[in-house]
């Protein structure tokens, strides 16, 4: 009956998709990292994404695992929007299915930094519309997915640490990867390079300093600590150069 089909489905969740704040990460639960090969999780997800196939976080489920372990990003968005439309044929809006669509885009995101990092470890250029692709596209749309995400959470009044955290993990990597790229020094990166880069950097300033107040500081992660240090790691050469710019305004008004 019902409620034999309800329970069912509550036990299968906790098992294979865990609760929200493993869903909103790239961890999965202990039984699917039990499972050896990537060939017996994708059987998991596919077979629970067919036997509910109306429920959208099983649907998002699968395209978490298509983003992290199987690496396949055309399934990976194609069944984060999946999720996001089942659940808008309920009548509903979720704020973590949005936020897992953004998780899925941050993935691939990361995917093609890394590998045009190696690419400039070993001396081989990397095509300029293959850098613009990261920095135009696949940042701007993971950070759209965010900032809907959090919309939505703050609706509900359900926001939490993670739509602010993956964001800010999100521009401080990208804002890494392009310095990497353009083998300068940090320094020399921001005072030739100022956006969309330093706009990334003030955002991180202020995501931050959002979710300490939303967290009242509780941060058992360590999460918020470590993307407070990376952000300080910028600003430290950051507010040198904005010093320096002002320095020459100034000349530039007063020869």
Known sequence: DANTSEYIQEVLQKLFIGNRVDRAGEAFTPIIDDIIS???KEQVFLALKETYP???HYCSHLARFYA???KNREKALKYADE???LSEIEGTQDSL???IKGM???SVAYDVMEQHRKLKLQGSSVPDNEFDEVIEKLVPQAAQEFELS???ARKQNRLDEYGFVAHIQLLIKAIDYAIVMSGKSKSEFF???TEPFSEWLDLTESLLEEVKRINMDDDESGKIEDCTNEIIAFYENYEQILQNLRSQLEKGKNP
């Open 38 to 40: 990537v060939d017996g």
């Open 54 to 56: 109306d429920n959208p």
């Open 68 to 70: 992290y372990h199987n």
């Open 83 to 85: 999720a996001i439309r």
């Open 97 to 99: 299915l949005y936020h």
């Open 104 to 106: 899925c885009l941050r």
């Open 150 to 152: 959090r919309e939505i």
């Open 191 to 193: 005072s030739q390079n």
